[in-house]
């Protein structure tokens, strides 16, 4: 079964950026879409981004659309979430999602990501 392990995630500044990697094992980062969701306190998950597994189609959530960028293959068999302009609004767990042979649909339902990694606090201070 594939598995996924997020890295790093930590503490920023407002306006600042972090790089989150989703480290794929077991199998190809290229078989699968890859999505990256998120949860702050009290609130529910929701969808940050996603790239499909033929990386010809991306889709990001509307609080984060032109701030966050979705990709694979920095490193091998990974899969990135580059984060810019960081606001306090970002503070929460980020965890990393698969779907072997999957793609992205607009609104990201968790439902349609099998694989999930353990998660990354990403915290943006004021």
């Known amino acids: 079964q594939v598995q996924l392990v997020e890295s790093g995630g930590g503490l920023a500044q407002s306006g600042g950026s972090l790089r989150l990697a989703c480290g794929v094992s077991q199998y190809s980062v290229d078989d699968y879409a890859i999505a990256w969701f998120r949860q702050a306190p009290g609130k529910e998950r929701e969808g940050v981004a996603c790239i499909s597994s033929s990386g010809a189609s991306v889709a990001y959530g509307g609080a984060v659309k032109g701030r966050f960028t979705i990709s694979r293959g920095s490193a091998k068999n990974t899969a990135s979430l580059q984060m810019n302009n960081l606001k306090p609004d970002d503070t929460a767990v980020y965890y990393c999602?698969?779907?072997?042979?999957?793609?992205?649909?607009?609104?990201?339902?968790?439902?349609?990501?099998?694989?999930w990694g353990q998660g990354t606090q990403v915290t943006v201070s004021s």
């Open positions: 999602a698969a779907e072997r042979l999957g793609g992205c649909r607009r609104r990201l339902p968790e439902d349609d990501f099998e694989h």
